[in-house]
């Protein structure tokens, strides 16, 4: 089939309606934008007016409406009727929230992806006829209509315009702005290779490939392309500090370029600059220093750090929700402790707590510096040393926990950790407990079920304070006691030797001394009763479902909340969707960062 476009050449009277129509569809590209955030307020309102009428039930019945995630009427029972039955829109949403391919994203994205695309596609192909210049530059205006659009989405404060009509997170967002700006990538590669193909085809190209305009355009081409390869998951996670820094710099330097690429792009590319200095100005005003951080290697440990800050005044008036997450910088370090990379979870309450508790894991960047600065600390040495007081700047907070619903409105709910993950059930968890008080503690305990994998009790030990009735830990790796005699038995039993006994004891003993008394790590000797202490094993997902969602009666609702390793939430989640396709009424999160 022959190409519908051609060269053609237009009078002026042409030329001056197809700069109407540029201009036209690239503003009809950016309002439409909003068209997407109101359709989704219909599913919202209904959600709303579902919760109101469910409300009204039980105040007549004498419960309290409470803004906080966890009410404190939850050692009330809410009333449990018959089992709950997903309709087939909740089912289908299930499904939508499911990722396509390990890293690939949810079906949910790629449909919007998809569609969106659709839409952009047919904005660029509309009106143009046969005019090949007037589909290139089409391609290239619509893509710079939504770059303002594009920035909001990395906009991380809660009153992002996008954040307060979706009442979602910037990590529940990030999905979308990748997304977007994949579909950004191919619409200015479209745009700059359907113009290098005319200036070919012209014998232009020697020519033009000096001139200003074409300069900048392959330098915005190219400054894309770099962004989009360096966002790739790989990328990202073999190494997260080049792909920040290439992310932000090319990010601020695309804008001048696109800006004296061509006048007609410039009102999008101030707006997007607006959009980007809000960015800058909003992180900034959320910042607040400290110079009174506590940092110690947790004991027992080999890689995990704690992290306690007093409550700064500034922080006083902010409303922490129970599983938000702070990001956290060192302004005397090198330049990468300068920078704000990682978020860290609130591992505690800090409103009742009055400080800020991180339990982190010491891997690099960041964690790298506060695991140095804490193993200084710790370290003890002949004369009496000053403790090192390193000024940190914390900022946030931030998170999907601020629009959680009402937790306490669920007849059941699971909460599951892996490692350091339960910085972000642990406070959800304490938060529920507390609200009910000493004395409906066995009721809570039949409500919540709090679920956490370790690889040694000693990454447990700094939250077993914390846990209530009914909690289980699950410990991985086998004490080291065991895994020295069971190592020592089977090479005796190799060599045949009964002789060697004495002397593997003797060996063993001698293990045990040497290494200072960190086999306490393993001893289960001080865990409080009321937890159950699963050795060797990982949670059997299909079994803990099968008591959250079997209770008499059957719970109508169930809230399960997740934070781990990829691999234990994709495990989780493939057990709760038998339960989903069942038909039971399920409320689902995992918190991950996807950045």
């Known amino acids: 089939m022959r190409f519908p476009y051609t060269f053609t050449s237009p009078d002026e009277a042409q030329l001056q309606r197809r700069r109407h129509l540029l201009d036209t569809y690239g503003q009809?590209?950016?309002?439409?934008?909003?068209?997407?955030?109101?359709?989704?307020?219909?599913?919202?309102?209904?959600?709303?007016?579902?919760?109101?009428?469910?409300?009204?039930?039980?105040?007549?019945?004498?419960?309290?409406?409470?803004?906080?995630?966890?009410?404190?009427?939850?050692g009330r029972q809410p009333v449990e009727g018959a089992e709950s039955q997903t309709s087939w829109w909740d089912r289908l949403a299930w499904r939508l929230d499911e990722e396509v391919l390990p890293g690939w994203g949810t079906w949910r994205v790629l449909l919007v992806a998809t569609?969106?695309?659709?839409?952009?596609?047919?904005?660029?192909i509309k009106d143009?006829?046969?005019?090949?210049?007037?589909?290139?530059?089409?391609?290239?205006?619509?893509?710079?209509?939504?770059?303002?659009?594009?920035?909001?989405?990395?906009?991380?404060?809660?009153?992002s315009p996008i954040s307060l009509l979706t009442r979602l997170s910037h990590e529940e967002l990030n999905p979308y702005h990748r997304a977007l700006g994949r579909i950004l990538l191919l619409f200015l590669s479209l745009h700059a290779s359907f113009y290098l193909n005319f200036y070919v085809q012209k014998s232009l190209l020697l020519k033009r490939i000096r001139d200003a305009d074409v300069i900048l355009g392959l330098l915005a081409i190219t400054s894309l392309l770099v962004l989009g390869t360096t966002a790739l998951a790989w990328i990202r996670?073999?190494?997260?500090?080049?792909?920040?820094?290439?992310?932000?710099?090319?990010?601020?330097?695309?804008?001048?370029?696109?800006?004296?690429?061509?006048?007609?792009?410039?009102?999008?590319?101030?707006?997007?600059?607006?959009?980007?200095?809000?960015?800058?100005?909003?992180?900034?005003i959320s910042q607040t220093k400290t110079r009174s951080a506590a940092l110690h290697p947790l004991p027992g440990t080999k890689d995990l750090i704690s992290v306690s800050v007093p409550l700064p005044p500034a922080l006083r008036t902010r409303t922490?929700?129970?599983?938000?997450?702070?990001?956290?910088?060192?302004?005397?370090?090198?330049?990468?402790?300068?920078?704000?990379?990682?978020?860290?979870?609130?591992?505690?309450?800090?409103?009742?707590?009055k400080h800020i508790r991180l339990v982190l894991r010491a891997l690099d960047g960041t964690t790298a510096l506060l695991a140095a600065l804490a193993a200084a600390d710790d370290d003890p040495a002949p004369q009496p040393q000053p403790l090192q007081k390193p000024t940190l700047l914390i900022e946030g907070p931030y998170g999907a926990a601020a629009n959680f619903p009402t937790l306490a409105s669920f007849p059941r709910i699971l909460l599951v950790a892996g490692g350091v993950g339960a910085t972000f059930t642990l406070p959800i968890y304490r938060d529920l407990l507390d609200r009910v008080g000493d004395d409906?503690?066995?009721?809570?305990?039949?409500?919540?079920?709090?679920?956490?994998?370790?690889?040694?009790?000693?990454?447990?030990?700094?939250?077993?304070?914390?846990?209530?009735?009914?909690?289980?830990?699950?410990?991985?790796?086998?004490?080291?006691?065991?895994?020295?005699?069971?190592?020592?038995?089977?090479?005796?039993?190799?060599?045949?030797?009964?002789?060697?006994?004495?002397a593997m004891e003797m060996q063993e003993q001698t293990g045990l001394i040497a290494e200072g008394g960190r086999a306490d790590e393993d001893n289960a000797d001080s865990i409080p009763s009321h937890i159950t202490l699963h050795r060797s094993s990982r949670p059997d997902f299909r079994l803990i479902l099968s008591e959250v969602f079997s209770p008499a009666p059957p719970p109508a609702k169930v809230a399960v909340l997740v934070c781990g390793p990829a691999g234990m939430g994709a495990a989780l989640r493939r057990e709760v969707g038998v339960w989903v396709r069942r038909g039971r009424e399920v409320w689902w999160h995992g918190e991950e960062f996807a950045w």
């Open 237 to 284: 996670r073999k190494n997260y500090l080049l792909f920040f820094i290439l992310h932000v710099t090319l990010s601020i330097s695309l804008l001048p370029t696109l800006y004296f690429h061509v006048s007609h792009l410039r009102p999008y590319i101030l707006e997007s600059a607006l959009v980007y200095a809000l960015l800058i100005l909003q992180r900034n």
């Open 28 to 74: 009809v590209a950016q309002i439409s934008a909003l068209i997407p955030l109101l359709v989704y307020q219909i599913p919202l309102l209904v959600r709303l007016l579902k919760d109101r009428i469910v409300y009204s039930s039980r105040s007549r019945s004498g419960a309290k409406e409470h803004a906080s995630p966890v009410t404190p009427s939850f």
């Open 128 to 159: 143009t006829g046969d005019d090949y210049l007037h589909l290139t530059k089409r391609f290239g205006i619509i893509t710079a209509s939504q770059l303002p659009f594009h920035y909001l989405l990395a906009v991380k404060s809660s009153y």
């Open 115 to 124: 569609l969106w695309t659709a839409w952009l596609l047919l904005l660029a």
């Open 320 to 353: 922490f929700h129970p599983g938000q997450h702070i990001y956290l910088s060192l302004p005397a370090s090198n330049p990468q402790g300068k920078l704000r990379l990682n978020p860290f979870t609130v591992a505690n309450l800090p409103a009742k707590d």
């Open 440 to 502: 409906d503690h066995d009721a809570a305990a039949s409500r919540v079920k709090f679920v956490w994998a370790v690889k040694s009790l000693a990454d447990a030990r700094w939250a077993m304070p914390h846990l209530g009735k009914g909690s289980e830990v699950y410990v991985s790796r086998k004490p080291r006691q065991r895994q020295r005699q069971q190592q020592q038995a089977s090479r005796a039993e190799e060599e045949g030797d009964d002789d060697n006994d004495d």
